[in-house]
């Protein structure tokens, strides 16, 4: 059985980066490890032995690791605001391959924007997401009906939608994280016209 350890998840699970799984275990293919959940960016200040929340994470967390390889090599997630796009490509610095295919959908970029931002020799695909999931605006990405793996367990669908982006077209307009930060808009309120 392929474990956590083993992976380029590791160093991620011993960090405590890795939390609030959906999944988190084996998957369908050989070797492989799943992980739905949140990787926490940066952690607060913790008193005594008191648990905190993460200030921020990469929400919605898609990703698979390989047994035995240092690298991820695909991983989506959702980030609140595009800023902290540095802080990714900080915390999964040696985590992540030139040749890995990696999508932020944000809250703060415009919603007709489809950005790929290069940090060090990393490629991020920095996609809009509003009141959206990560799954599915994964599953439009790679044109994927829930229909298609609704027999599936847990780790077959993630394997099935992940092993998709294979086959991506994913020229993007390319732009540099400060022309970044200049676009990006103010992050939305999330829980603004939600009721009490």
């Known amino acids: ?21 959906v999944l988190k275990g084996t998957t369908t293919k050989p070797g492989r490890f799943g992980f739905r959940g949140d990787i926490a960016l940066k952690f607060q200040t913790q008193l005594a032995d008191e648990k905190r929340p993460p200030d921020y994470s990469i929400e919605q967390v ?14 989506a997630g959702y980030l609140h605001s ?4 540095a802080d990714v ?14 999508f932020m959908f944000c809250n703060n970029i415009d919603l007709l924007a489809k950005y790929q931002v290069k940090l060090g020799n990393i490629n991020f695909h920095v996609l809009p997401c ?3 999931t990560v799954w599915k605006e994964m599953m439009d990405l790679v044109g994927m009906n829930k229909d298609d793996i609704k027999k599936l367990d847990p780790g077959g669908k993630l394997d099935n939608l992940l092993d998709a982006t294979k086959d991506l077209d994913l020229s993007y307009e390319e ?22």
Do not use: C, W
């Open 175 to 196: 732009i540099s994280y400060d022309d970044g930060l200049r676009r990006m808009e103010a992050v939305k309120n999330r829980n603004e016209n939600r009721p009490v």
């Open 82 to 85: 595009f800023a902290y796009l």
């Open 89 to 102: 490509a900080t915390v999964l610095d040696g985590a992540l391959s030139p040749a890995g295919r990696y």
């Open 62 to 75: 898609l990703t698979i690791a390989q047994d035995g390889e240092r690298f991820i090599s695909v991983l």
């Open 130 to 132: 509003d009141e959206s």
């Open 1 to 21: 059985m392929t474990s956590i350890e083993n992976t380029a998840l590791g160093r991620l699970e011993k960090e405590g980066r890795l939390l609030n799984a």
